[in-house]
């Protein structure tokens, strides 16, 4: 069973459900020989290499960077900002996906805060001359540790372009919010469907 088909398979794990949202309107989509940028947070770790196995046998070129514990200020300055502005100009991605939210649901940020974050981020990208695709993040436990997700936050990260809606999937998870391993592949599986 090539790589592929064991990714795509990983959708039976996530109840089918994903076949239907592949059919949504009203999004960007990859074609071969596009150049893709994955940025985020430890979600985006996850979805990593099954993105790059996808995107290898699709026929688009992808450079991914994602970091755990990131949040969307952190893509605009410091470290993570600095290799997101350097990325852009000599990578010339056509498409930047981005797989951040959950950190930020998390914390203690004030939602319109957010808001201005993601406006700014979305803004960085497509002044590069990039399309924005964010991947959502998926339902998120009312307890994650000591910490609920803030409805806010969440409804300001739905607001962002070519959003992908994770929460649908039933994806398997390891300790409550990140997924396992063929979580991740179904996931991603999914993701890929709707993206192509």
């Known amino acids: 069973m090539s790589d ?18 592949a059919t949504q309107p009203g999004h960007v989509k990859v074609q071969p020989g596009d150049r893709l940028l994955l940025i985020g947070d430890s979600l985006g770790v996850g979805l990593k290499p099954h993105l790059a196995k996808l995107s290898q046998e699709f ?16 893509w605009l300055r410091g470290p993570d900002g600095d290799w997101l ?10 498409h930047v996906l ?8 998390y914390s203690n ?23 924005v695709v964010w991947i959502g993040p998926p339902r998120l436990p009312e307890r994650y540790g000591t910490r609920s997700p ?17 929460r649908p999937y039933d994806i398997p998870r390891s300790d409550g919010l990140h997924a ?10 999914a993701f890929w469907n709707w993206l192509t």
Not at 114 to 126: D, G, K, T, Y
Not at 150 to 165: H, Q
Not at 180 to 189: C, F, N, P, R
């Open 4 to 21: 592929r088909s064991w990714l795509l398979g990983g959708l039976l794990l996530v109840g089918g459900v994903g076949l239907i949202a």
């Open 59 to 74: 026929g688009t070129h992808l450079l991914a960077k994602p970091r755990g514990g990131t949040v969307i200020p952190q």
């Open 85 to 94: 502005k350097k990325a852009l100009a000599d990578f010339k991605p056509t």
């Open 98 to 105: 981005v797989s951040l939210g959950t950190n930020d649901a």
């Open 109 to 131: 940020f004030i939602p319109e805060q957010v808001r201005l974050n993601l406006q700014a981020l979305v803004r960085l990208i497509q002044d590069s001359g990039a399309k």
């Open 150 to 166: 803030n409805v806010g936050t969440l409804r300001v990260v739905d607001t962002a372009p070519n959003y992908f809606d994770s």
């Open 180 to 189: 396992t391993v063929k979580g991740y592949a179904g996931w991603a599986g």
